[in-house]
Each structure stands twice: as C-alpha cells, then as structure tokens.
Nanobody, 127 residues
C-alpha cells in the first residue's frame, strides 16, 4: 500500500452519527487487512474495527453494536459508519493496514500490528 487517505471526520453531538472513509492505493489491496485505529489525547492507539482479507470483521468491545466497518476491494476503500456516538469516541481516527496471510486474524496484532497508516482525521463528540 502506497497511500491511505482518510476523510469524513468532524464534530457531532452525543447520539449522532459520522461516517469515515479511507481510500487506499495498492496493487494487491485485497491481500491486506484494513481497519480503523483511534487515539484519544494522552492515550495509546487502540484498534476500533478491522476487516481481514477474507472479510472477517472484529470490533473493539466499546463500539460493538454502534460502529460498522465495510471494505470495497474494487474501489480500495474502507469505511466506518459510527452511530450513537459518545464523547469517549472522540479522538484522531487513523486508517491502517497490514498484509494479511490467508486465514490470519489481523485483530490479534491490534493497533501495533498495523504497518501502513493514514495521516488521521479528527472526530469530536460533544455531550
């Protein structure tokens, strides 16, 4: 992957929604695990949602039932629909990717397991 570019960040009220999009550039995008990692001020990066190359999806417990990740290998995009937002969802959201071996669950590596990163997009949720 030579590029990951995020868009769609911004501000929302608690209970509201935002949609993040990430466009990648790669000759073999379908061989990568892609996902979203966030970082709140003063905190470590945490994986939010990851889609493996076989389509398997994992979410952080804190976002299950509220966030939905989806990928399009033709368009080389990965989106994150965020509903029922909470103030604790605030932070910088990074699109991230790592080569995924067949059958490998990339969620195991967490945020540290990602090798490719976008520049990030800021999400602010007010109460």
């Amino acid at each position: 992957i030579t590029r990951l570019v995020e868009s769609g960040g911004g501000s929302a009220q608690a209970g509201g929604s935002l949609r993040l999009s990430c466009e990648g550039s790669s000759e073999a995008y379908d061989k990568y695990c892609v996902g979203w990692v966030r970082q709140a001020p003063g905190k470590a990066r945490e994986a939010v949602a990851v889609v493996d190359r076989d389509g398997s999806i994992n979410y952080a417990d804190s976002v299950k039932g509220r966030f939905t990740i989806s990928r399009d290998n033709v368009k080389e995009t990965v989106d994150l629909q965020m509903n029922s937002l909470k103030p604790e969802d605030s932070g910088t959201y990074y699109c991230a990717a790592v080569i995924g071996g067949a059958g490998y669950n990339c969620w195991r590596g967490g945020a540290r397991g990602m090798d490719y990163w976008g520049k990030g997009t800021l999400v602010t949720v007010s109460s």
